[in-house]
């Protein structure tokens, strides 16, 4: 069964950093692609980052672009999104979302992650406080 399991989130003050983890189960992290995906109050779902370990891609939405970093530690399933430089826009409730490269041509691991609908797996979310 694929689980993903969020942690990190806090209550941070303007300028400073966290770091989520998404800790996968029941699939390796060569096999699909890890996106994380964030929701504002009153505001639509947006992508924040992907990151496929089959081809070492990495892609960021332009409002994060900069200052967040998506990497992953193969030995422990687990991917991280270290936030730095963190403003009131950047909180969310933080999700992470895998979905099965298998399904997919090398080109669109990542290339359309914000767009796709075919995740096989979401986490429960993580909640991300940027406030003084």
């Known amino acids: 069964q694929l689980q993903l399991v969020e942690s990190g989130g806090g209550l941070v003050q303007p300028g400073g950093s966290l770091r989520l983890s998404c800790e996968a189960s029941?699939?390796?992290?060569?096999?699909?692609?890890i996106a994380w995906f964030r929701q504002a109050p009153g505001k639509n779902r947006e992508g924040v980052s992907c990151?496929?370990?089959?081809?070492?891609?990495?892609v960021y939405s332009d409002a994060v672009k900069g200052r967040f970093t998506v990497f992953a530690d193969n030995a422990k399933n687990t991917v991280y999104l270290q936030m730095n430089s963190l403003q009131p826009e950047d909180t969310a409730v933080y999700y992470c979302?895998?979905?099965?490269?298998?399904?997919?041509?090398?080109?669109?691991?990542?290339?359309?992650?914000?767009?796709?609908?075919?995740?096989?797996?979401w986490g429960q979310g993580t909640r991300v406080t940027v406030s003084s």
């Open positions: 979302a895998a979905r099965n490269q298998a399904d997919l041509i090398p080109y669109f691991y990542c290339s359309d992650y914000a767009e796709a609908n075919d995740y096989a797996a």
């Open positions: 029941g699939f390796t992290l060569d096999q699909y692609a």
């Open positions: 990151i496929s370990r089959s081809d070492d891609t990495t």
